[in-house]
C-alpha cells in the first residue's frame, strides 16, 4: 500500500512474478470501466472477499474503507511510504510519459489532483490515515519502507 506514484504497481507486478503468486490492481476492483465508472461499493467487498479469500494473492492500490478486509486476512504488507519529493518525482514522469506513449490517465488537471494528493497523504489525507488505523489495528507483520535506499534494499534482497 502506499500513495500514486510510491512504485506499488511496478513492486506487485515484480514480486508476483518472482514468487508466481497472481497480483490484483485495487482499481480494477472499483472501476468497471478504468476510471470512468465505478461498482458500487457492495460489489467492491464482494469481489475484494473473492481475492482475498484465495489461497495466495498480492493486492495493491491505495483505495479506502471498503478494503478492510483485506487488512484482517494479510500475512505480510509493503507499505511504500516514500517522500512526496520522489512520489511527485514519479508521479511528473508517469505523466510526461502518458503523453509521449498516448496512454495519459485523464489530462492535467487529474494528474494535478494526484500530485496534491501524494503532497497530502503523509498528514492528514484520508486514506493516508486510514493506513495507518489499519497497521495499528490488525498489526500485520509489515515492511515500512520510508526512503529509496530502504526500497533499493528490499529489491536487491527480493530480486
Not at 502506499?2 to 482499481?27: E, N, P, R, V, W
Not at 487488512?71 to 511528473?92: A, G, M, T
Not at 493516508?128 to 498489526?139: I, N, S
Amino acid at each position: 500500500m502506499g500513495t500514486m506514484g510510491a512504485g506499488k504497481t511496478t513492486l506487485a507486478k515484480k514480486l508476483s512474478k518472482k514468487l508466481g503468486i497472481k497480483y490484483y490492481d485495487l482499481d480494477d476492483v472499483v472501476w468497471i470501466k478504468k476510471f470512468t465508472k465505478k461498482r458500487d461499493k457492495e460489489k467492491r467487498i464482494q469481489r475484494l472477499k473473492e481475492i482475498v479469500d484465495k489461497k495466495q494473492w498480492i493486492i495493491e492500490g491505495v483505495h479506502n474503507e471498503w478494503n478492510e478486509y483485506a487488512f484482517k486476512k494479510v500475512q505480510l504488507l509493503i507499505w511504500l511510504d516514500l517522500n512526496s519529493h520522489y512520489v511527485v518525482r514519479q508521479l511528473v514522469r508517469r505523466y510526461i510519459l502518458g503523453l509521449i506513449m498516448r496512454n495519459e490517465r485523464g489530462g492535467f488537471k487529474t494528474q494535478w489532483d494526484s500530485v496534491k494528493y501524494a503532497l497530502r497523504y503523509r498528514n492528514g489525507s484520508k486514506k493516508g490515515d486510514f493506513h495507518k488505523l489499519m497497521v495499528e489495528k490488525y498489526k500485520p507483520k509489515l515492511i515500512h519502507i520510508k526512503t529509496r535506499k530502504q526500497l533499493k534494499k528490499l529489491l536487491e534482497e527480493v530480486f
